[in-house]
């Protein structure tokens, strides 16, 4: 059975930071991408960061980069999102996703999900 299990998520003041980490097992994923999005509340899921589980390409959207960094920890079959300079307009569920094929910027193409991590960044 695939799982993905999100941890890190918390209450954080602007400015601060918080890691958050994606452990993934029940197959192997060397031929998928993994992707972080986020959803507030009345809002669309939108994509976060991305990388690529062989090779380790990463992509952002424009509002985190700078800020936050995808890795993978291919030993422990984990990925993480360090997020950096936190502001308020952050404050949402972060989900953890693998997608076999297709633009890792569309949830569409995603094929398993985590449950989901709460992010709350006060001003």
């Known amino acids: 059975q695939v799982q993905l299990v999100e941890s890190g998520g918390g209450l954080v003041q602007a400015g601060g930071s918080l890691r958050l980490s994606c452990a993934a097992s029940?197959?192997?994923?060397?031929?998928?991408?993994m992707g972080w999005f986020r959803q507030a509340p009345g809002k669309a899921r939108e994509f976060v960061a991305a990388?690529?589980?062989?090779?380790?390409?990463?992509d952002y959207a424009d509002s985190v980069k700078g800020r936050f960094t995808i890795s993978r920890d291919s030993a422990k079959n984990t990925v993480y999102l360090q997020m950096n300079s936190l502001k308020p307009e952050d404050t949402a569920v972060y989900y953890c996703?693998?997608?076999?094929?297709?633009?890792?910027?569309?949830?569409?193409?995603?094929?398993?999900w985590g449950q989901g991590t709460q992010v709350t960044v006060s001003s």
């Open positions: 029940g197959r192997t994923f060397s031929n998928y991408a």
């Open positions: 996703a693998a997608a076999r094929s297709g633009s890792y910027y569309h949830p569409g193409s995603y094929d398993y």
């Open positions: 990388i690529r589980w062989v090779g380790g390409s990463t």
